[in-house]
């Protein structure tokens, strides 16, 4: 296995490039989804157990496993295995009773938000109700009028989201307090399987296929953007997020790898 590691990170270190520097990331058996925010880093792996990064380590997070995880300003929240929605409270998951959900997202301005089941409709969390919360309570959260298999908002530009046609969506703003939006715009592009938005704007997408592209041009008067970079990389991708300069990914080979723009110095 170390052997198969080995070639593998070597084929990374040749391959990628335009612009961004990849290595390897501290190693985590079976990762599946990954999230950063806020400075932290979380991780959910094959068998539905839950981790954070603190220094170069993953450590267990709470006793309870969660299939889908994430960290903002909202606070730490997951879904497990059979749809319930947890909030990480004083060193472990409560359950949040209420509606089931298969993915959620914490990184807005402290609302939440996320796809529900069956029919897959979006999803929002007041800000004041999700900061609030500490496992004693039925949740009621507010239907966003649309269908989403994956949905993620940054505290700036807009939330993101991919349909079951896996076309790609924003909304340009997004209440905190009372989780209204400006309506959604069709954004252009590869058919997308996940989306996540930076606590700066920055937009990553996934396609069906594993690869990774980046969203440039996006603006306060532009909050769609202008057109979608490729990111290389020598694997098949099944997970990103982006915080603080670095590109967090899960590759379909279940390896964590760490990514930084290249610096090139003014001529």
């Known amino acids: 296995m170390r052997a198969v590691v080995a070639l593998l990170l070597l084929l990374c270190s040749l391959a990628v490039s335009h612009g961004w520097n990849c290595r390897e990331g501290p190693r985590l058996y079976g990762a599946m989804q990954i999230d950063a925010g806020m400075?932290?880093?979380?991780?959910?792996?094959?068998?539905?157990?839950?981790?954070?990064?603190?220094?170069?380590?993953?450590?267990?997070?709470?006793?309870?496993?969660?299939?889908?995880?994430?960290?903002?300003?909202?606070?730490?929240?997951?879904?497990?295995?059979?749809?319930?929605?947890?909030?990480?409270?004083?060193?472990?998951?409560?359950l949040a009773k209420g509606l089931s959900?298969?993915?959620?997202?914490?990184?807005?301005?402290?609302?939440?938000?996320?796809?529900?089941?069956?029919?897959?409709?979006?999803?929002?969390?007041?800000?004041?109700?999700?900061?609030?919360?500490?496992?004693?309570?039925?949740?009621?959260?507010?239907?966003?009028?649309?269908?989403?298999?994956?949905?993620?908002?940054?505290?700036?530009?807009?939330?993101?989201?991919?349909?079951?046609?896996?076309?790609?969506?924003?909304?340009?703003n997004i209440s905190p307090t009372s989780c209204r939006t400006s309506g959604w715009t069709a954004v252009p592009g590869p058919r997308m399987k996940m989306i996540e938005v930076s606590s700066d704007g920055e937009v990553f997408g996934v396609t069906t296929t594993g690869k990774i592209y980046k969203r440039a041009g996006i603006t306060n008067g532009r909050r769609e953007g202008k057109r979608w970079v490729h990111v290389p990389m020598c694997m098949a991708v099944r997970h990103v997020s982006f915080d603080q300069c670095n590109l967090w990914v899960v590759t379909t080979s279940d390896l964590i790898m760490k990514c930084s723009r290249k610096f090139i110095s003014p001529a």
């Open 101 to 172: 959900m298969h993915q959620v997202d914490a990184g807005g301005d402290g609302q939440i938000v996320g796809v529900g089941t069956g029919k897959h409709n979006a999803y929002c969390l007041k800000e004041k109700t999700a900061l609030g919360f500490c496992g004693r309570r039925t949740l009621s959260l507010t239907y966003l009028s649309r269908q989403m298999k994956y949905y993620s908002c940054g505290p700036r530009m807009g939330c993101w989201g991919v349909d079951k046609r896996y076309r790609i969506w924003v909304t340009k």
């Open 39 to 94: 400075g932290q880093v979380v991780v959910a792996d094959k068998y539905k157990r839950t981790y954070f990064l603190s220094g170069l380590s993953f450590y267990r997070l709470g006793r309870l496993g969660m299939k889908h995880v994430t960290v903002g300003a909202g606070g730490l929240w997951g879904s497990c295995h059979a749809n319930k929605v947890y909030k990480y409270v004083a060193g472990d998951f409560k």
